[in-house]
């Protein structure tokens, strides 16, 4: 009957029969497309309803039980695994029609985390690319691979080694600021600790000095923390991740203004860091002597006047360095203050390591990389805190093609989520999970240990590139306050909620109290 109208107001030559076989073949090769389409999504269905996971409703899945605030999407992302199966370390739930498994077992975590297959970051970090573009942590393909390769030389421990002095110079500050809670009967050591990593990675990443420590008022800083929270908020609600309600809501014109502030400040000191370099082409060795090195100045080096990265490409790779060098090792370095602070035991030990190491010379000179790989049981006691709580929580793949996980087919398209709080409490690996034991990672103790089961810097092709510069910045930090101040934990672990945001964070901070070491 169409045809017939369609036919009548074509011109005579057209021919309506030829038209009717056209629409005939046009009609069947639909037809194949949604059958094969629909082969497949049922092939799919049936390898997903094979996973232990909760009921999903049509459509929804299972968005209402996920609905809720970061603290309580934590918890029941961690006790799912109690709730639908301890046994294979694999679950699944729908977000909408889109499906996702949470792996938590080394055996399972290793065919997604070691494939240089699965290198594609899941859609949660979409987010983040407002702010850090594709850059090393976003990026996906060809360009990942062609960033990671120049990218990695720039963390050459000869480069790390020069970034001491400047953890060394803002622990003295933190120190100093830390001292006015001398006296107090608690305080949340989250703030202080933050603004050190903030101040450390500015100066490493850029070359400047924010003073963030003595100003946290700045829009640069300012910016940074909003742009985490706003980012946050994002992930978490399923009204704000779609672009369309995001733009219409009153968050965008925040986020707009931060990723303003934030770009503006990148720009104006790669343009002025490569305008210096430029002037003094000449004495360029000379510069290199007297002046520290910031990752900027290695990447403008390497691009090769924009041949090979354009000054685009250099401001996604040192924001990424900004947003994760600072925020995760601040985590890392509060629980590991915190844990200390309720284990005595534990914290004279790291007392008569730094007394030994520091008993030579003057007790307050600042650490040489020399000292740090002395502090071996502070190191224990920095991997036992990571296990317990890794900042960085989830690790989120997109399965690119069919893999078989254990006895159960994981199809193309889902998304993979590693939730690493659940795989470093495995009792099968770490007997009596919760507790806090640095000897876990005494050298005895960690032989046969799986590869994968304790992977706080993720693992494999896409592994954290800074995890070398990370420990080294928290022993000088942890180290640096310990030689100054005995810690109490003021909260017991069992009263502190955890909520896994961008990274792992206690939900009211964390809340020690210090006394001074030497009076
Ligand atoms: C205790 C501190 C840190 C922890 C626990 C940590 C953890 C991680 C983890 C788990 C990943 C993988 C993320 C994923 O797969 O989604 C990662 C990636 C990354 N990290 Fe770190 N990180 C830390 C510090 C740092 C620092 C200080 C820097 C830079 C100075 C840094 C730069 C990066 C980059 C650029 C990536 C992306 C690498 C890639 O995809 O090739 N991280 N980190």
């Known amino acids: 009957m169409l045809i017939c109208l369609v036919g009548k107001w074509l011109p005579r030559e057209i021919d309506v029969k030829k038209l009717n076989i056209v629409f005939v073949i046009l009609i069947v090769i639909c037809g194949w497309l949604v059958f094969r389409w629909w082969r497949v999504q049922r092939r799919c269905l049936k390898h997903l309803a094979e996973i232990p996971g909760p009921f999903a409703l049509p459509l929804i899945g299972n968005l209402a039980q996920v609905n809720v605030d970061h603290d309580e999407l934590f918890s029941r992302i961690v006790g799912m695994r109690l709730?639908?199966?301890t046994r294979d370390g694999i679950n699944k739930a729908w977000l909408g029609q889109k499906p996702y498994v949470f792996l938590s077992k080394a055996c399972?975590?290793?065919?997604?985390?070691?494939?240089?297959?699965?290198?594609?970051?899941?859609?949660?970090?979409?987010?983040l690319q407002p702010w850090l573009g594709t850059g090393l942590l976003t990026s996906s393909g060809a360009k990942w691979r062609s960033r990671r390769k120049i990218l990695t030389p720039t963390f050459h421990f000869n480069i790390l080694e020069g970034f001491v002095q400047v953890f060394g110079e803002q622990t003295e500050v933190l120190v100093r600021k830390m001292g006015a809670e001398l006296g107090k009967p608690s305080f949340n050591v989250f703030p202080y600790v933050t603004l050190c990593t903030?101040?450390?990675?500015?100066e490493t990443a850029m070359g400047q000095r924010i003073s963030a420590q003595s100003?946290?008022?700045?829009?640069?800083?300012?910016?940074?923390?909003?742009?985490?929270?706003?980012?946050q908020t994002r992930q978490a609600s399923l009204f704000y991740q779609s672009n369309i309600f995001f733009r219409f809501s009153s968050l965008y014109k925040k986020h707009q203004q931060c990723i303003r502030t934030l770009h503006d400040f990148s720009n104006k000191v790669i343009t002025e860091r490569r305008k210096e370099i430029l002037e003094n082409a000449e004495d360029a060795d000379r510069n290199e002597v007297t002046k520290r090195l910031a990752f900027l100045d290695l990447l403008i080096k390497v691009s090769e006047n924009g041949s090979v990265l354009s000054d685009t490409d250099i401001r996604e790779e040192v924001d990424t360095f900004m947003f994760e060098g600072h925020d995760t090792t601040s985590s890392a370095v509060c629980w590991t203050l915190y844990l200390l602070g309720c284990h005595p035991e534990f914290q004279h030990k790291v007392f008569n390591e730094l007394d030994s190491i520091f008993s030579e010379g003057i007790y307050d000179r600042r650490?040489?990389?020399?000292?740090?790989?002395?502090?071996?049981?502070?190191?224990?006691?920095i991997k036992e805190a990571l296990r317990l709580y890794p900042s960085v929580p989830i690790l989120g793949r997109k399965v690119s093609k069919d893999i078989q996980i254990g006895k159960y087919t994981v199809p193309k398209g889902t998304t993979a989520l590693v939730v690493l709080p659940v795989l470093h409490r495995d009792?099968?690996?770490?007997?009596?999970?919760?507790?806090y034991d640095p000897e876990r990672f005494s050298y005895e103790n960690t032989i046969g240990r799986h590869p994968y089961?304790?992977?706080?810097?993720?693992?494999?092709?896409?592994?954290?590139?800074?995890?070398?510069?990370?420990?080294?910045?928290?022993?000088?930090?942890?180290s640096g306050v310990l030689r100054k101040y005995r810690l109490e934990a003021?909260?017991?672990?069992?009263?502190?909620?955890?909520?896994?945001?961008?990274?792992?964070?206690?939900?009211?901070?964390?809340?020690?109290?210090?006394?001074?070491?030497?009076t």
């Open 490 to 518: 003021t909260e017991r672990r069992e009263d502190i909620t955890t909520t896994a945001e961008l990274v792992i964070r206690a939900k009211n901070g964390l809340h020690i109290r210090i006394h001074p070491r030497f």
């Open 427 to 435: 009792p099968e690996v770490f007997q009596n999970p919760e507790k």
């Open 367 to 381: 650490p040489t990389l020399r000292d740090l790989k002395g502090m071996k049981y502070l190191d224990k006691c």
């Open 83 to 85: 709730m639908w199966g």
């Open 215 to 231: 100003h946290s008022d700045s829009d640069y800083v300012r910016a940074v923390y909003d742009i985490g929270s706003i980012i």
């Open 453 to 478: 089961a304790y992977i706080p810097f993720s693992a494999g092709p896409r592994n954290c590139i800074g995890q070398k510069f990370a420990l080294l910045e928290e022993k000088v930090l942890i």
């Open 108 to 127: 399972t975590v290793e065919p997604i985390i070691a494939s240089s297959r699965h290198v594609d970051k899941s859609y949660d970090y979409q987010f």
């Open 198 to 202: 903030l101040d450390i990675i500015c």
